[in-house]
């Protein structure tokens, strides 16, 4: 039973720049999350897909957007590149936005920008 | 605003003996509270919840305990092992399971 799986696993990229990270949830589940932990911080939330729209989303500005697919595949997107966006970007699924069902998260995609 | 906080970013036990590890909160919304272990180049791992209408839950040798009045809880490790060794987070939610605030982590070392 394949958990969730992100790629890449490393990326390098330059300030200004544009960045597409994807991410395959665990089997049965529906709903995708993502995640940002900086250098030395906990994981901070990003926004939720569920049903191929965004449910909710956390305090970051619009250069972060999704996409949810209709087999509940989902992308993370980041435009114009800021140093501070270096961190391990998470994605977390869960079922049916998650009620009673805690998130099972992949094992990152580590982003540098310099 | 950190409104979740875990003020020891690290913590040493000898195998067999208890680990204790804290956080504190400040959103008094919250109503659902897990913990998360995360190893080096893995992703963060389910542990044990806890909802705001307990003060008490248990699996295996994980125990979570809640105070309510204190905007305190801790999770319980016993007896530790050497495995343990990893990063704890703290997370809590006012949304069920989703959308979680998580505190900055604990790094547990478990000596033998």
């Known amino acids: 039973d394949a958990g969730v799986t992100q790629s890449p696993t490393h990326l390098i990229k330059t300030r200004g720049q544009q960045v597409t990270l994807r991410c395959s949830p665990k089997?049965?589940?529906?709903?995708v999350s993502w995640y940002q932990q900086a250098l030395g911080q906990g994981p901070q939330f990003i926004f939720q897909?569920?049903?191929?729209?965004?449910?909710q989303r956390g305090n970051f500005p619009d250069r972060f957007s999704g996409h949810q697919f209709p087999n509940y595949s989902s992308e993370l997107n980041v435009n114009a590149l800021l140093l501070g966006d270096s961190a391990l970007y998470l994605c977390a699924s869960s079922s049916g936005q998650g009620e009673g069902s805690p998130l099972h998260f992949g094992n990152g995609t580590r982003l540098t920008v310099t | 605003d950190q409104q979740v906080k875990q003020n020891s970013p690290s913590l040493s036990v000898q195998e067999g003996r208890i680990s204790i590890l804290n956080c504190d909160y400040t959103?008094?919304?919250?109503?659902?509270f897990l913990w998360y272990k995360k190893y080096p180049a893995e992703g963060p791992t389910f542990l044990i919840s806890i909802s705001s209408i307990k003060d008490k839950n248990e699996d295996g040798r994980f125990t979570v305990f809640l105070n309510k009045s204190a905007k305190h809880l801790s999770l319980h490790i016993v007896p530790s092992q050497p495995g343990d060794s990893a990063v704890y987070f703290c997370?809590?939610?006012?949304?069920?399971?989703?959308?979680?605030?998580f505190g900055t982590g604990t790094r547990l070392l478990v000596s033998p």
């Open positions: 897909y569920y049903e191929e729209e965004e449910r």
């Open positions: 959103n008094s919304m919250f109503d659902y």
């Open positions: 997370a809590a939610s006012d949304t069920g399971f989703q959308k979680l605030v």
């Open positions: 089997s049965g589940h529906d709903t």
